[in-house]
Each structure stands twice: as C-alpha cells, then as structure tokens.
C-alpha cells in the first residue's frame, strides 16, 4: 500500500505536528508521501525525509481554484503509484478529491481538522463550502474528523451523521509525562522563582486562540497581589499587538513569549495553570498534551468535548464577565497538577497510535471494496 498526504504546509502546528507523526508511524507499515501545497520549504520537511518519506511540492494560487486543480492532477497523473491520497486541505479536500480521481486515483480519505469561524458565515463562504461539500461527497470513499463539530462543518451535519467517522487525534502520551527536574531547570532557565505562579499556553499567536485575554487576566491576578507569570509558547503575527497589550497593562517584565518551538514539554513542566480561551477549535491537540502533563486547565466553552477528558479542565463560556475566568483560574490553581493524567488518557483510547491505528483500519477498509 502506497499513502500520500496533501496538507497546505508543514510548519509547525498543531494539525501540521498530527500530519507529520501520522506520517511517521504509517512509513513502519507502508510506502508513504508527503504533498505540500506550497512552494517554500516547510518546518518539518527534513524530518520527514529524514525518515524516508516522500516530500513533493506544489503551488496554491491565490485567486483561483481553478489552476488548483489543474496543478494537483498534473501532480496526481504523474504518481498514480499512490493508492490512497488523505487530504488535510479543509474546504479545499473538495478539489483535491475531484483532482485526485479525475487523474486516475483509486482511493480519496477526507480529514475535517477544523469548525467554522465568524468569516465562514459569509454568504460567498457558504455557497463555496456547499459547492466543496458536493465534491467531497461526490469524489471522496471516507469521511473522517477530529471531533462531531468538525464532521457536521465540513461535509454537513447529516451526511456525516451516516458515512462519516469521528477519529480524535491521538498523542504519545508519555512524552508529555510531568518532571519535576525539567520544570526547575525550565523555570530556572526562564528566570521564574519558586514562588510564582505560572500561567502559560502553547500554540500560534493569532486573534482565533484569543491569548489577549490570558494578559487580560494575568493583570486582574497581580493587581489582587498574586505573583503571576505568563509564559506563551510560540509565535505568529499577534506576537507584537501581544507584547503592546502587556506593556499597556504593565505586565511585560512578567510576560515570556518564547517564539516557535518544535518541542513544548518542559514549558508545560514549568506551568501551573494551561490556558486556553480559544474562539474555535476543531479538536484543540496543545490541550490533550497539557492534559497529558498533568496540568490543570482552563478553557473556553468553544472547545470540543472529545479533548476535554480529564476533571481538571475547567470549562467558561467566553461571553461570561472577566471575574470568572479569574476564578476559574483560582480554582484551578486549588486542584494543582494530576498525578494519574497519563494513566487516565491512555485508558481513554487518547494515544496517538490508537488514532493512527484506526486511520490506518479506514484505509484498508475503502480499498476493499
């Protein structure tokens, strides 16, 4: 069997890190590729053909779908050797599907990674999402997302109630296991004492994981004498306006933005408290590795149930006043660290190689019939 994933890029990211351990675990079973619709060299590409798969690029035009599509089915035409093409393209599947098999590929799997966000309910978004949604049912064999409200966006709540299939993302939970020595030596590293109380999260610094309201409460707890710190894995274009607003609030000697991270482990080690007040998530993977840390969490109500698995992760709508996310912050800083959180996820079916291994069922099971 012969397996290529089309994804936009591969940066770093939380789809993006699922595409590229996925691809790992599947090249132990099968001849895998990698397509990128991008022409510049992505985060994660060396790693992939570090392992031995297949990395092929091509370009996404920004203004017509058209020449999309004519460029991946002269890519396809060229590797028929592929017997299954899995899309990560969101809406975009639709064309990958219909490109895919008009240039003579057996098999298409969809993979929904995301929910509708405000600029989705656009009259022009929704008459483009029918048109991909028709395509995707007409072109595709398997209908797969990370969670229900992912499925119900992208192919539409009734067709994916009948064909589709929920498949959460999975993570190697014993890589993300709680150190006591790696949060002193992480905390020493970033110059936080023993005594303060770290807030953090990990993830891209855009207006969508809405990390302007973990400085907003971060401000309340100092003001009420609390020692906070916050610490903001990763990077992207909020990273300025973010440091703007700590300035503002006369937090910044107490803000760490550590820009883009391949590896978050020991910045989880150094937090108490995970925050993640996200305005749409389709399944939310930097939550399950907080979970899988042991961390208390306080989330949005924009969350999907499928991640939130242990008791620790407290939920707050995010049209409720300030005070209460303060004081579910408080709360959570009560409950402290668990000491079970791996035991507890991988009982729940929460690794990566349970999702992989399922994926990989789906595929055996389109190319049966």
Not at 112 to 131: I, P
Not at 268 to 290: K, N, Q, Y
Request: with cysteine; hydrophobic share 35%.
């Amino acid at each position: 069997m012969q397996i290529l994933q089309v994804v936009k890029a591969m940066n770093v990211g939380g789809l993006e890190n699922f595409v590229k351990n996925m691809l790992q675990y599947m090249s132990e079973k099968c001849d895998c590729g990698c397509l990128i619709c991008d022409e510049n060299t992505s985060d994660y590409e060396e790693n992939l053909l570090k392992n031995g798969i297949m990395v092929y690029h091509i370009q996404e035009p920004d203004r017509t779908k058209v020449k999309l599509y004519e460029n991946l089915r002269s890519f396809f035409e060229k590797h028929r050797e592929y017997d299954v093409v899995h899309c990560h393209m969101a809406g975009t599947n639709g064309i990958v599907a219909k490109a895919a098999k008009d240039a003579g590929i057996n098999k298409v799997v969809c993979h929904s990674h995301g929910v509708a966000l405000q600029q989705d309910e656009a009259l022009s978004m929704k008459l483009y999402m029918l048109c991909m949604r028709k395509l995707m049912q007409r072109h595709a064999d398997a209908f797969i997302a990370c969670s229900k409200a992912a499925g119900n966006y992208l192919y539409g709540q009734e067709f994916f109630g009948e064909v589709g299939k929920v498949v959460p993302n999975g993570i190697e939970i014993n890589r993300y296991r709680y150190s006591d020595d790696e949060r002193n030596s992480c905390r020493e590293e970033l110059g936080f004492k023993k005594s303060d109380f770290v807030i953090g999260h990990t993830g891209s610094l855009n207006g969508v994981k809405n990390q302007e309201l973990i400085l907003d409460i971060a401000g309340i707890l100092k003001a009420n004498g609390i020692p906070v710190k916050v610490l903001l894995v990763g990077g992207g274009n909020r990273e300025r306006d973010l440091k703007k607003q700590a300035k503002d609030l006369k937090i910044e000697e107490d803000v760490i933005i550590t820009g883009k991270q391949i590896g978050v482990t020991k910045y989880l080690d150094a937090m108490d408290v995970f925050m993640f007040p996200s305005r749409s998530e389709g399944f939310g993977l930097s939550l399950l590795e907080a979970e899988a840390n042991g961390l208390p969490c306080v989330v949005s109500d924009r969350i999907q149930p499928e991640v939130k698995v242990l008791n620790g992760v407290l939920s707050v709508n995010l049209n409720e006043p300030i005070q209460c996310w303060v004081e579910a912050v408080e709360e959570a800083k009560r409950l402290g660290r668990s000491k079970t959180a791996n035991e507890i996820l991988g009982k729940k079916g929460m690794s990566e190689a349970t999702c992989y291994e399922t994926v990989w069922k789906i595929y055996n099971e389109v190319l049966s019939k």
